[in-house]
């Protein structure tokens, strides 16, 4: 039973418009949510996160929504650039953070591809 | 780059051998988890070691295990391989247990195919 799902296994999008990736989660005890990038042949990159106390976390051209009621969350990238396109993974937690109970639980992934 | 690297890169066994992974985190770095990402999903939390001890365990048998080396190394060892073992195998290193609030880096990983 999948925990956190990226229903939305691709996504293109033109260069300098908006990217919109998303996000939801099942499990209630999820209070922190990280979104994670890979390129091809590399590990996953660390690009934002959001606690379960905020709505809403920028950093850049970056921007992590969080609805809890809803259980949603999504990733805005603004404007899109080429060096964007890759494979974005959610992934929540829950406390303890850390060990068995705290790892981190990630989706599938959705493959953004920026076109110039 | 992330500092952590991982060797080998690719690898082919049969079902039945045992095989071993290695990994090599930022210095400082007390925490490693090793992960699994099968085709077409996210990466699977294999387990985590913290000081050299294992610090929690995701839901893999007992044939995976680990270990965490003062020099800030760390192996995968999966014995008795399955056809299903097939994957990416990614090891992230950080600063803290604390996964979610503390980035973790991941290296390229190791694909291993089993035949």
């Known amino acids: 039973d999948q925990q956190v799902k990226q229903n939305s296994p691709s996504l293109s999008v033109q260069e300098g418009r908006i990217s919109i990736l998303n996000c939801d989660y099942t499990n209630s005890m999820f209070d922190y949510f990280l979104w994670y990038k890979k390129y091809p042949a590399e590990g996953p990159t660390f690009l934002i996160s959001i606690s379960s106390i905020k709505d809403k976390n920028e950093d850049g051209r970056f921007t992590v929504f969080l609805n809890k009621s809803a259980k949603h969350l999504s990733l805005h990238i603004v404007p899109s650039q080429p060096g964007d396109s890759a494979v974005y993974f959610c992934?929540?937690?829950?406390?303890?953070?850390?060990?068995?109970?705290?790892?981190?639980?990630f989706g599938k992934g959705t493959k953004l591809s920026v076109k110039p | 780059e992330t500092g952590v690297t991982q060797s080998p890169t690719h690898l082919i066994k049969t079902r039945g051998q045992q095989v071993t992974l290695r990994c090599s985190s930022q210095s400082g770095h007390n925490t490693v988890s090793w992960y699994q990402q099968a085709l077409g999903q996210g990466p699977q939390f294999i387990f985590q070691?913290?000081?050299?001890?294992?610090?929690g365990r995701g839901n893999f048998p007992p044939r995976f295990s680990g270990l965490q080396f003062p020099n800030y190394s760390s192996e995968l060892n999966v014995n008795a391989l399955e056809l299903d073992d097939s994957a990416l195998y990614l090891c992230?290193?950080?600063?803290?247990?604390?996964?979610?609030?503390?980035?973790?880096?991941f290296g390229a990983g190791t694909r291993l195919s089993v035949l």
């Open positions: 992934a929540a937690s829950a406390l303890p953070y850390g060990g068995s109970q705290g790892n981190l639980i």
């Open positions: 992230a290193s950080s600063f803290s247990r604390e996964l979610a609030k503390n980035i973790q880096y």
């Open positions: 070691y913290y000081r050299e001890e294992e610090n």
